[in-house]
């Protein structure tokens, strides 16, 4: 005889309540990100920018080329927008008008400005609000429930596109997609160099030489090179990357694959690399980057700037990690990872000791020694 189900316990009023308005929040969230894609396709936050910075809805959508018609629906946007923390509104203006200001969230949105520490986002929303992001997404649950058998599954965005992201295989999907996808990695890494030089004081002090590892087009070695002329930068991508980056005095392009080789250097960086792997992987990368460089008493480190999970980090950033940590399990083989996590991995790629230089936001500078 089958187990009697236990009774349901029905929640108060008030919270009854609550758990519908959660219901609808969490079913319908898709709009924030479908918004933003829609704002960032229409040219919102350039247009403000280009408008000095503040805007009325007339001033915008006349702005846009967008028909007069469509001004309600365009406030509706922005309301949501602004709800949602992409866009600020500014105080009123001649009688009243609402006027829409851009925060330090769309200033990172805004397209076409040449100035330092400006990586515009832009693509990496784009990419992770495409087609193809989202049917990983909805495959989800057969992914879930489908046995592959002995060794690693593949990842839901492998198994509904037939290859696999960030891989020589992705511009078969579809060339914008891989375009997108690697100007968004290259702008979603560089943003926030700024700070982690400023912050981490030492944290190239006494080096001679520098392998950055996935460096794209180099301008994360060009902003340190820039900050210690002495130091010798290596930039390691695959060819295809390699082959587009600017031409530079200082810094040395080497086209390669780092699960094979790493150019010598008394320290390697990984800055948002590992999270793209497995941990099977991560080791195999590590112990390439022990491999490239000198004893720690010769000063040799690994530096690694990654997001490290962390819920003391308060409710904001610990659910953007967590977030983070779905889609990278969603689209690649990797994801973001604790520091209980961390240390297992560099354990067992023969490292002896580590530190975490400092915590910045969403993400951690570690010094990693052999």
């Known amino acids: 005889m089958a187990a009697q189900a236990p009774t349901l316990q029905v929640p108060k009023d008030a919270d009854l309540l609550q758990a519908q308005s959660d219901l609808w929040r969490h079913s319908l969230c898709y709009m924030t990100s479908t918004g933003l894609r829609c704002a960032i396709k229409l040219g919102i936050p350039t247009t403000i920018h280009h408008l000095g910075g503040v805007t009325s809805l007339l001033d915008l959508i006349t702005a ?137 004081h030492d944290l190239f002090k006494g080096l001679e030489s520098l392998t950055d590892c996935c460096g794209g087009d180099g301008t994360t070695a060009r902003a340190i090179a820039k900050a210690h002329p002495h130091l010798k930068c290596n930039v390691l991508d695959l060819p295809k990357v390699i082959e587009k980056a600017p031409a530079h005095d200082v810094i040395n392009f080497v086209a390669g694959d780092m699960f094979h080789t790493i150019p010598p250097a008394q320290a390697v960086m990984l800055k948002l690399v590992l999270l793209h792997w497995d941990d099977e992987d991560c080791v195999k990368i590590l112990a390439q980057c022990k491999k490239a460089i000198p004893s720690r008493e010769e000063g040799g480190k690994i530096i690694i700037i990654e997001v490290l999970v962390d819920p003391s980090l308060g409710p904001v950033i610990y659910e953007s990690q967590v977030l983070f940590d779905v889609v990278m399990m969603t689209v690649t083989k990797g994801g973001q990872r604790d520091e209980n996590s961390w240390a297992e991995i560099f354990k067992k790629a023969g490292f002896s000791d580590y530190k975490i230089v400092k915590k910045l936001g969403a993400r951690a500078v570690f010094e990693v020694y052999p």
Not at 166 to 189: F, N, R
């Open 64 to 200: 846009l080329s967008i028909p007069p018609a469509k001004l309600p629906f365009l406030r509706r946007l922005m309301r949501m927008l602004v709800t949602t923390g992409v866009f600020a509104k500014a105080d009123s203006g001649p009688e009243g008008t609402e006027l829409f200001r851009l925060n330090a969230l769309s200033s990172i949105l805004v397209e076409g400005v040449d100035a330092d520490e400006h990586h515009c986002q832009t693509s990496f929303v784009l990419a992770a609000t495409s087609s193809h992001y989202l049917e990983a997404s909805l495959g989800l649950a057969e992914w879930f429930k489908k046995d592959f058998g002995e060794g690693p599954p593949p990842s839901p965005f492998e198994e509904v596109h037939g290859a696999p992201l960030l891989d020589e295989k992705t511009a078969s999907i579809c060339p914008e997609l891989d375009k997108l996808v690697i100007e968004g990695v290259e702008a979603h890494d560089n943003l926030g160099i700024g700070t982690i030089m400023r912050e981490c």
